[in-house]
C-alpha cells in the first residue's frame, strides 16, 4: 500500500512537459478540456502555447481525482492485511491485541482517497513548484 500510494503521490503531481497525442475528434467537450489542461497546476506552456487559470484549475481536479482513486484503491490492501492480523493473534489468544477491533475498510480506503485528493495533491503541486524553481 504504501508503495503504491507513494510512487503515485511523486509521479502525479510532478511538473513535467507533456508529449500527448492529440484528443480524438468525437471526444466528449470535458475530455476535451481536460486533455487541453497541463499535467500540473504550475506546469510551464511550451512556446507559443499558453494555460489559462480554469485549465491550471483543472490540472488540480484531474490530480485529485486520480489521487483518489489511488487512495481508496490501495488502502483496501493494507487493512485487510491489517485486520487478518489482528484477527489471527485475536484467534491464537494473545492478550495484547484482545480489545483491538477491525478497521472498517471502506469508510478507511474513502477517508484514505479524500486524503491523497485534497492533501497530497495540493502538497505535490506547491512542492514541484518549488523543487522546479531550485533547479531553474
Given at each position: 500500500?504504501?508503495?503504491?500510494s ?25 475530455a ?105
Open positions: 500500500m504504501a508503495i503504491i507513494d510512487f503515485m503521490l511523486v509521479w502525479l503531481p510532478a511538473s513535467t512537459i507533456s508529449l500527448r497525442a492529440p484528443v480524438a475528434p468525437n471526444a466528449g467537450r470535458i476535451k478540456f481536460f486533455h487541453n489542461c497541463p499535467d500540473n497546476a504550475f506546469q510551464i506552456a511550451m512556446s507559443g502555447t499558453s494555460f489559462t487559470l480554469l485549465q491550471r484549475i483543472g490540472a488540480i481536479v484531474r490530480n485529485s481525482t486520480k489521487l483518489f482513486a489511488v487512495g481508496t484503491t490501495s488502502v483496501p490492501v493494507g487493512t485487510v492485511v491489517t485486520n487478518a492480523v489482528i484477527n489471527a493473534w485475536n484467534t491464537v489468544g494473545s492478550t495484547s491485541l484482545e480489545e483491538a477491533e477491525n478497521v472498517p475498510v471502506l469508510s478507511t480506503s474513502i477517508g484514505y482517497g479524500v486524503y491523497m485528493a485534497i492533501s497530497s495533491n495540493l502538497r505535490g503541486v506547491l512542492f514541484s513548484e518549488v523543487s522546479f524553481e531550485a533547479c531553474a
